[in-house]
């Protein structure tokens, strides 16, 4: 499990570490782990070895710029060739800067010059004490260290995104990599900072002890789904996996209820019952379903329902609302969705709006949630009483009880934006809650599912939502057999 945690938590719980070491002592832990990871990325590319490379530091005014300058020290003491670029010269780390002239850096006459021959730039403009995006002094320093084919490593945080949330609002640094210290922050598991922030390493500065057990974010890994996975044993059949109920489609989307039965069907539900009128288009592409054309309450028992892919305004979300098994509501079930009946229920709902149905749900524009995920996730959560997931190129997953961590999941590829695909990871998630998951790891471990199986069907080339949902028994193999 990777956890982040929010940025009072972890100055809170810096500071209570400094309190038990001598002064400094963490900056040398952070600045060592920078130094090491970037001496490492100038061995595995140009030019190769740390001596003789030429590295640029961006110093902004706070602690951040203290980690480049230190890092900045230690490269040059073994070699290389260190210019510090200050942005607010006569506020860079006093110490910091010391140390890198005693080791043989200097400060960089000419910030345009340096970065254009540079091999690798450290970014240390702002870090968790950043807000609202680069500065304008920043930005040219940024775009020419950006465009220079050097390689860009920034300190804790890409500088510009705001760590807290995943936000950018205005302008960012894209890096290579980000070497974060202590813990991860929400940023680098929320898009769009997440994005900017390339491969992320954390390095350890023994904050883990004093940080709280429970973290205000956190992303599945592969052993974590592997033990969640619904596995059927000798003492199960079709009924103790789980039947799932389907009410999707229309006249006008047929489509989407085989799409949503192809991913039930592929999550493990030991019996799908389809009902809507799209039952003769499921029946020629999945003979096993069990078509049903009454009303919901009429179908038969089952362990949970997916009620809303394609359903146009055909009826059907009300009973299942009523009903009291676990209920996922998607795309059409979620317009004029009512919160009264979905806080009234007694068993888990989970909502799954994209951003446009979450900022209907929500009434602010599509951008608002864009921007601010982490908070229209929660916000959903708590109206609506029930776990949310947000779908996007991160997916967000949030209970409505506020003591339960969000799950971030980043498995997924941009080349699931594709008609339909939604309509898969409903069917694979609603199997999952009829697997007796919870609502938050239904979801969770759905996404982490669905987005594997993107990936694996799409390989770099365009794929279709059929093409994921036949991607889904690899992908379930692949967490399956482990690391
Ligand atoms: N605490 C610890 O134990 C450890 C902390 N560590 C490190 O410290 C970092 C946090 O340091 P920090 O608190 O000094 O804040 P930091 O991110 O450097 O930036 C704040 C400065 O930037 C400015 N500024 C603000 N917005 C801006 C913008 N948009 N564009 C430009 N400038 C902007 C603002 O100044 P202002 O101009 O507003 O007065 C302020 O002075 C943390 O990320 C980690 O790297 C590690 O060493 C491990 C141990
Ligand atoms: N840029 C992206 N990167 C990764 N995953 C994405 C991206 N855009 C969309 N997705 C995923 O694709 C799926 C699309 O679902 P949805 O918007 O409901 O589409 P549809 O209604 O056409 O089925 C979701 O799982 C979503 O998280
Ligand atoms: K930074």
Wanted: net charge neutral; charged share 20%; with cysteine.
């Amino acid at each position: 499990m990777r956890t982040a945690y929010s940025v009072e938590t972890v100055r809170a719980a810096e500071r209570e570490l400094m309190d038990r070491l001598p002064d400094g002592v963490l900056m040398q832990r952070a600045a060592a782990g920078l130094a090491a990871a970037c001496a490492d990325l100038l061995r595995r590319r140009a030019p190769g070895r740390v001596y003789g490379a030429r590295v640029v530091l961006l110093v902004g005014s706070g602690d951040n710029g203290g980690d480049a300058l230190y890092a900045g020290a230690r490269l040059a003491r073994r070699g290389a060739g260190v210019a510090a670029v200050l942005l607010a010269p006569g506020r860079a780390h006093a110490p910091g800067l010391t140390a890198l002239l005693a080791a043989g850096g200097r400060v960089a006459d000419d910030p345009f010059d340096a970065t254009a021959a540079a091999d690798l730039v450290i970014d240390g403009i702002t870090g968790i004490g950043g807000r609202g995006g680069l500065r304008p002094d920043a930005v040219p320093v940024a775009r020419a260290a950006r465009g220079s084919g050097a390689v860009v490593v920034a300190v804790d945080l890409p500088s510009g995104v705001e760590a807290g949330s995943g936000e950018v609002v205005g302008e960012a640094l894209r890096a290579d990599a980000t070497v974060t210290f202590g813990t991860y922050k929400p940023a680098h598991l929320i898009d769009p900072a997440r994005e900017y922030a390339g491969a992320v390493r954390l390095v350890d500065i023994g904050l883990g002890a004093v940080l709280p057990s429970v973290p205000e974010l956190e992303a599945l890994q592969h052993a974590d789904v592997a033990r969640l996975l619904p596995v059927p044993t000798g003492e199960s059949d079709k009924y103790r996996r789980g039947v799932l109920g389907i009410v999707a489609g229309s006249a006008r989307y047929p489509g989407a209820a085989v799409l949503a039965v192809a991913g039930a069907l592929r999550g493990g539900a030991g019996a799908v019952r389809y009902v809507g009128p799209a039952g003769d288009a499921v029946i020629a592409r999945f003979p096993e379903t069990l078509v049903h054309t009454g009303p919901p309450a009429k179908a038969g028992r089952v362990q949970a329902w997916v009620v809303g892919p394609g359903l146009g305004d055909e009826p059907g979300v009300r009973d299942a609302v009523a009903s009291d098994v676990p209920v996922l509501i998607d795309a059409d079930g979620l317009r004029g969705l009512d919160a009264a009946a979905v806080r009234a229920r007694t068993a888990p709902t989970l909502l799954t709006p994209h951003a446009g149905e979450a900022a209907a749900l929500l009434g602010i524009p599509r951008e608002e949630v864009e921007s601010a995920r982490l908070t229209s996730v929660r916000e959903l959560a708590a109206r609506y009483g029930a776990t949310v997931l947000l779908k996007g190129s991160t997916t967000l997953v949030a209970s409505p009880d506020t003591s339960e961590p969000v799950r971030a999941n980043a498995t997924g590829t941009p080349w699931l934006a594709t008609a339909g695909s939604g309509d898969v990871l409903s069917g694979l998630m609603g199997s999952l809650l009829a697997a007796g998951l919870t609502a938050l790891d239904a979801g969770s471990v759905g996404a982490y599912v669905h987005g594997l199986a993107g990936r694996l069907a799409a390989r770099g080339a365009p794929t279709s939502a059929e093409g994921v949902a036949a991607s889904v028994p690899a992908a379930w193999r692949d967490i399956a057999s482990g690391p």
